[in-house]
């Protein structure tokens, strides 16, 4: 049976797609970057108008869609990489070179590689679909894309549960995080980050209307 009739999504079969002026090469160990993903990045570079430098991690990179579209537009920030997946990364650290953009990679769970070093900006499209949801969609997504690049536990919320620990500790005051989530998520992402560390939240909802977006500025 060929590619097409097995329900193989074409980026995988093509093994590659535009995102935000950027060529994002691909392969089954890296997620299809999404649109709602490129409507991150505009809002994301809005919010970076009026900010000058800064260091900003791209967590969950994956193809490094978010972290390399954001250094195209903003050579003047410096932008890293990271995932858990060494080869995710290696798809990551591919498109850097193809697109001539200068970033740093990182390895590893979450924060952690981060060691002492502190960012200024946050942009993260984490795993956040439910285990039962994930059971239910379309076997084109689930037949072909990571479950790692996927799966955000009972919830969907394990990785912001996760963040809103930690993130105070590598955050500079003056910092912005920008989330992807999915459409049933905003209150409690809100929720999770209720610390008044966390002076401004937002929901922002994507092109179709659905809550799509967590920002919040320390
Ligand atoms: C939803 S994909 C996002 C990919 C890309 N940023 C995008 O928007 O298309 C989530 C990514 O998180 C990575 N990931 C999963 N668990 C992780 C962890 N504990 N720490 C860091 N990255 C993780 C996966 O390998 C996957 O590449």
């Not at 800064?54 to 903003?74: E, F, M, N, P, Q």
């Not at 919320?157 to 989330?179: E, M, P, R």
């Not at 049933?184 to 610390?195: E, P, T």
Request: net charge negative; hydrophobic share 40%.
């Amino acid at each position: 049976m060929n590619d097409l009739v097995k329900n193989k999504p074409r980026a995988y079969i093509v093994g590659e797609v535009e995102f935000y002026n950027c060529k994002i090469s691909l392969n089954q160990n890296v997620l299809i970057p999404r649109q709602e993903s490129e409507i991150l990045v505009f809002y994301a570079l809005q919010r970076l108008n009026d900010c000058k430098g800064g260091v900003l991690l791209d967590l969950c990179t994956g193809s490094g869609c978010l972290g390399l579209a954001i250094k195209k537009a903003r050579p003047d920030i410096q932008v890293i990489l990271s995932d858990i997946s060494p080869l995710a990364l290696e798809v990551a650290k591919k498109n850097g070179v193809v697109n001539e953009l200068d970033v740093e990679y990182l390895e590893g769970d979450l924060l952690a590689p981060l060691g002492h070093q502190k960012i200024d900006y946050l942009i993260c499209n984490p795993p956040y679909v439910t285990d039962f949801e994930y059971e239910h969609l379309d076997s084109s997504v689930r037949d072909y894309e990571p479950k790692l690049a996927l799966v955000g536990g009972n919830e969907g919320l394990d990785f912001y549960s996760a963040l809103s620990k930690t993130l105070h500790a590598y955050i500079n005051i003056g910092g912005k995080v920008f989330f992807e989530i999915g459409k049933d998520q905003g209150l409690k992402v809100i929720d999770l980050f209720s610390d008044p560390f966390w002076r401004k939240k937002e929901i922002i909802r994507d092109w179709a209307g659905h809550d799509r977006f967590v920002f919040l500025e320390t």
